[in-house]
């Protein structure tokens, strides 16, 4: 357990649906990443923030969302969703903004879009 | 923008064959490197970084990095693999400046036979 929880572990669901993936980071750590996962594109940074605010933007779509609250677990809301949209979506966080201590990462959440 | 390359995808080798796994980056800045592994079914884990000082850097299960700044490379090397080393191995690069999240290579598969 890397102390980074990551709910659901898995989500299967229609296209065109939304869904809400959530992400507790690991105790003490500001910080919290977004990354996706497949087969071709690998693993690709969408999104960071940090106590609440947006620190780092990648290749996210404008179908995507996230945000982190004050308790600062952190929420990515994926809309509109396409078959290509299925992927590993993966949380991870640190205690600073940059990246010293690396990063901790969850378990990821599997999303299956049919 | 900074792009890490891992130039083998699938790596095979028998228990104590030595490993070398190639990770070149472009960036012409200062930049932060890391090796993460993911075994099968668990969550990426920190093996090694590298932030400053000496090139040779040192990681967790005997895995050691080379930082050879000329050559924008970060190898990746174990004198002799066990057949638990069989995993991803993924290299990853920051740019040392605000605004930026670590970016990951497509990864390297480690295939040991015992």
């Known amino acids: 357990d890397s102390g980074v929880t990551q709910t659901p572990k898995h989500l299967i669901t229609a296209t065109g649906q939304r869904v809400t993936l959530r992400c507790s980071p690991r105790?003490?750590?500001?910080?919290v990443y977004w990354y996706q996962q497949s087969l071709d594109q690998g693993l690709q940074f969408l999104i960071q923030?940090?106590?609440?605010?947006?620190?780092a933007k990648g290749n996210i779509l404008e179908r995507f969302s996230a945000q982190q609250f004050p308790d600062l677990h952190s929420e990515l809301n994926l809309s509109s969703l396409e078959l290509g949209d299925s992927a590993l979506y993966f949380c991870?966080?640190?205690?600073?903004?940059?990246?010293?201590?690396?990063?901790?990462f969850g378990s990821g959440t599997r999303l299956t879009v049919v | 923008a900074q792009s890490v390359s891992q130039h083998n995808h699938h790596v095979i080798l028998s228990e104590a064959a030595s490993l070398e796994l190639g990770c070149n980056y472009s960036?012409?800045?200062?930049?932060?490197l890391f090796w993460y592994v993911q075994y099968p079914g668990q969550h990426l884990q920190l093996l090694l970084k590298?932030?400053?000082?000496?090139?040779l850097v040192k990681g967790i299960k005997g895995f050691e990095a080379e930082f050879i700044k000329s050559k924008f490379s970060f190898n990746l090397r174990k004198p002799s693999v066990q057949w638990s080393d069989t995993a991803e191995y993924f290299c990853?690069?920051?740019?040392?400046?605000?605004?930026?999240?670590?970016?990951f290579g497509k990864g390297t598969t480690l295939s040991v036979s015992s």
């Open positions: 991870a966080s640190s205690s600073t903004e940059g990246s010293y201590y690396g990063y901790t």
């Open positions: 105790s003490g750590d500001l910080s």
């Open positions: 923030y940090y106590n609440g605010e947006e620190r």
């Open positions: 960036y012409g800045g200062t930049v932060n």
């Open positions: 590298y932030f400053s000082g000496d090139p």
């Open positions: 990853a690069v920051r740019a040392n400046q605000a605004g930026t999240a670590l970016i």
